[in-house]
């Protein structure tokens, strides 16, 4: 040594002893004060910097350069400070992700799920030397997953969490070769194409959940699932695979969760395959265009607990060993073509929550072994053969909210409510299409039923008149009454139904008039009102038209069909008061007068109908600021004048109006300024301006008028 230290901050000419000791310190302070190092901070800080500044999650607060990031919100750090856990669930964050996180070495786990983080997701991250978790489920990223660049033998990623965001394109098939530690891997709804590759569980062999439902893989499953010891969970419905289901699937005998649904996979649901899924507890098979019996074998499936096989085209008759599922929550066998009664079957399921038989073709009575699951929740038998009367027993059912019988053959609807009277949970209570040519009972008085929120008895058809025990359902929300043969007037106690905001008695034999009760139904009058009604759900959608499905009652749209019967009189202008109305039907009846101007303050109208009446004057012009009308119908009346124009009226054709001969306007070729109104030909095309109407409503059932099977349960 020639020279001595010109500085101290010369660390070179720093003397070795000095060295040893300065590092000695360093280790000494690193280890009892857990601080991390400045690359660690720069990493996290050129992350932050990532971020929008409205949406850092006020995160800014703590990560402040030059401070020790293990201090930092969302930060963990192991005992010797190096960053291990990024956690930063659920906060808010807007803006990309930094690959800079690449440089945190030491990372464990990052979870950034629950954010609005857009942009594209860092190869770097997928294929981390550390990350053993990752977690960026339910953002906005998009983009392809890159394929890894660099071959390196294995990494120790396990938990990859990447659903629910907008990815697309192939998965990386580098990404099932290298990542030898992968346990779970949910990929679930997002917009991946292609193959699901066959050679998962030969690289991976703890793999135990796998999660690709809703996306849109193609091809055959050929996962080679035999050769994984123990996969768990096996998810890939709502995609587009076809091909049969493969052997090699059923190797797969500590699967728990198996769910297809919604692929094309038709073929025979073999049961010496399915028997060896023995710890199967949710088999989910809807959807898939399955054919044949439920084989015998299903009664070995001792853990089972939920069971979808809907929408397919299975048939026969259930097997008698299916009572031994006694462990069963969930069964749906919804839309196939079963046949035979189900009564035969010793159900011993105690914690039956759903059944669903509808759309099959069962015949016989209601089970009674069904009559003892007091868990009961949902029971559909909609659109079957069933028939015969209910017996006391059915009271059993003490939790029964969702009972629906539509389109079966029952009888004695006095019974029916007198037995069903005593299931006091229920809420929804659907019976159409039953109780042929019965009269429905008047002054009985039923005391139950007060939580019933939906009640439909439609096309039986029903003699008598709107009944007045149904003015005691207090808390009645939606009530259809239509295709019967029910005479009489609306009664006046309508409007003491405080939450009904649809009502549907078209298509009987009603008279009188529109009484002013029906325009004071509170439920339609205002948005406070309307606000108080029911949010619960059940746990699946129960109410069905053709085209759509329900989870709640309150998302019906507001609704006052009294078509197809023969009210008289003027339509009141004080209609025009149910600001909550979506659908107003007032078509063929016997209606006079004119068209009252308050309806143009039914803001929120989607449809309305008045044709067939006789209805004189103009049509008031300022209907045109309904901005929500998309069908209106005023055809064969007796209006004339101009017809609106501008708003939804341009694009309403002359069917609208047909069958009126004094109507002008250009929407109807008859200029408003010469007086010579052709009617030639009109009423001749009228009967096919109807069809075609009828048509083009067919397939928004529940927004329009056309009743049968209305909601079909
Ligand atoms: C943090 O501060 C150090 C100096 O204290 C500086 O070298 C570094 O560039 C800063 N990092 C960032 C990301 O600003
Ligand atoms: C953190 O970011 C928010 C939003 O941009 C800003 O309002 C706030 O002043 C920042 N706080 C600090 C300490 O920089
Ligand atoms: C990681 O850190 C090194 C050294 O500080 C730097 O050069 C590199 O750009 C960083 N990588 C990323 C992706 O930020
Ligand atoms: C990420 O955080 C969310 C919210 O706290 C949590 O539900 C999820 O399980 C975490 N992910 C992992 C892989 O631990
Ligand atoms: C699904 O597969 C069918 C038949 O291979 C194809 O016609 C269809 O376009 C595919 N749909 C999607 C969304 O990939
Ligand atoms: C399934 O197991 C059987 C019998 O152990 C075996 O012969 C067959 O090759 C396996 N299938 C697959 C696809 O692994
Ligand atoms: C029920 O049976 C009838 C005739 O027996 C058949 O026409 C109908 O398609 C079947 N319905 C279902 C859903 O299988
Ligand atoms: C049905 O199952 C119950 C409970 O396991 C049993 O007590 C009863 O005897 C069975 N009935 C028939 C007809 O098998
Ligand atoms: C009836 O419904 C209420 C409200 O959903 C629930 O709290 C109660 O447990 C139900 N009763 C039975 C017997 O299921
Ligand atoms: C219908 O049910 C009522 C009440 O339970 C009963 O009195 C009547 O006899 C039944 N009618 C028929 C035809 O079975
Ligand atoms: C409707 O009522 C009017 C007046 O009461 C009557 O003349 C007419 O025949 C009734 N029409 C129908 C279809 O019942
Ligand atoms: C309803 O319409 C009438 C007539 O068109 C109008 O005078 C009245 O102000 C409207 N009421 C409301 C609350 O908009």
């Not at 800080?45 to 930092?72: A, E, H, Q, R, Y």
């Not at 003892?372 to 059915?394: M, T």
């Not at 009102?529 to 759509?548: I, Q, Y």
């Not at 709640?552 to 008061?577: H, R």
Request: proline share 5%.
């Amino acid at each position: 040594m020639q020279e001595l230290p010109s500085s101290p901050r010369n660390s070179k000419s720093l003397s070795m002893p000095f060295l040893g000791l300065a590092a000695v310190l360093l280790l000494f302070f690193a280890s009892h004060t857990s601080s991390c190092t400045e690359q660690e901070s720069s990493s996290l800080i050129n992350f932050l910097d990532g971020l929008m500044p409205d949406g850092n999650g006020g995160l800014n607060d703590s990560w402040v350069n030059g401070t020790d990031c293990c201090k930092w919100e969302g930060i963990i750090c192991s005992s010797d400070g190096t960053v291990t856990d990024v956690l930063l669930a659920t906060r808010g964050l807007k803006g990309g992700i930094s690959p800079s996180l690449v440089n945190l070495t030491g990372l464990l786990h990052l979870n950034l799920s629950q954010n609005s983080l857009e942009g594209s997701l860092p190869t770097e991250l997928v294929f981390s030397r550390s990350i053993i978790g990752l977690d960026i489920s339910f953002n906005r990223l998009e983009g392809h997953l890159q394929e890894m660049q660099s071959s390196n033998p294995s990494f120790p990623l396990q938990v990859l969490n990447i659903s629910s965001n907008f990815f697309m394109g192939q998965f990386p098939k580098t990404a099932w070769e290298v990542m030898k530690n992968l346990v779970a891997l949910n990929a679930s709804n997002n917009s991946f194409t292609g193959q699901i590759p066959s050679f998962l569980c030969i690289n991976a062999p703890s793999f135990a959940m796998l999660d690709l439902s809703y996306n849109q893989f193609s091809g055959n499953i050929s996962l080679g699932l035999g050769s994984c010891s123990m996969p768990r969970v096996l998810k890939a419905g709502h995609n587009n695979l076809t091909g049969a289901l493969p052997d090699g699937l059923f190797n797969a005998t500590s699967l728990d969760h198996l769910s297809l649904a919604n692929n094309g996979l038709p073929g025979v649901l073999d049961g010496s395959n399915i028997v060896k899924l023995s710890s199967l507890t949710v088999l989910d098979l809807g959807s898939t265009g399955l054919s044949g019996k439920i084989s015998d074998s299903v009664g070995q499936q001792r853990r089972l607990k939920k069971l979808y096989l809907d929408n397919n085209s299975m048939s026969g008759e259930l097997p008698l060993a299916l009572g031994n599922c006694s462990n069963l929550g969930y069964i749906t066998l919804r839309n196939n073509s079963f046949t035979g009664d189900p009564s035969k079957v010793n159900f011993t399921m105690l914690d039956l929550r759903t059944a669903d038989f509808s759309m099959n073709n069962f015949t016989g009575t209601i089970p009674e072994s069904i009559y003892s699951y007091s868990n009961l929740v949902v029971l559909r038998l909609a659109f079957n053969k069933f028939h015969g009367q209910f017996s006391p027993s059915i009271g059993n059912l003490r939790s029964l909210s969702f009972f629906s019988i539509t389109g079966n053959s029952f009888t004695n609807i006095t019974n029916a409510l007198k037995m069903l009277n005593s299931c006091k949970n229920l809420t929804s209570l659907m019976m159409g299409t039953n109780f042929k040519g019965e009269t429905i009972p008047h002054d009985e008085t039923f005391d139950g039923f007060e939580d019933l929120q939906v009640l439909t008895i439609d096309d039986c058809p029903l003699t008598g008149q709107i009944p007045l025990w149904i003015s005691k359902l207090a808390k009645l929300e939606v009530l259809d009454l239509s295709l019967n043969q029910l005479t009489g007037q609306i009664p006046s106690w309508i409007d003491g139904l405080g939450f009904l905001f649809f009502l549907d008695i078209s298509s009987n034999k009603l008279t009188g008039d529109i009484p002013a009760a029906l325009t004071k139904m509170p439920m339609l009058l205002s948005e406070r009102n309307a606000a108080k009604l029911d949010t619960r759900f059940l746990e699946l959608p129960v109410f069905f038209t053709p085209s759509r499905q329900y989870w709640t009652v309150g998302a019906f749209p507001g609704k006052l069909c009294l078509d197809n019967n023969n009210f008289t009189g003027v339509i009141p202008p004080e209609i025009g008061e149910l600001k909550m109305l979506d659908i107003l039907n007032l078509s063929s009846n016997s209606l006079t007068g004119e068209i009252p101007q308050e309806i143009c303050n039914l803001t929120n109208l989607q449809m309305l109908d008045l044709s067939n009446n006789q209805l004189t004057g103009a049509i008031p012009s300022a209907l045109n600021g309904l901005h929500f009308l998309s069908r209106f119908n005023v055809s064969n009346n007796k209006l004339e004048g101009e017809v609106p124009s501008g708003g939804q009226f341009d694009s309403f054709s002359n069917c609208s109006y047909s069958g009126n001969p004094k109507l002008c306007g250009p929407m109807i070729s008859n200029d408003c300024n010469s007086r010579t109104f052709s009617a030639s030909g009109k009423r001749r095309n009228n009967l096919r301006h109807a069809l075609v109407i009828g048509i083009t409503v067919g397939d928004s059932l529940l927004l329009f008028c056309l009743h049968a099977s209305l909601l079909q349960g």
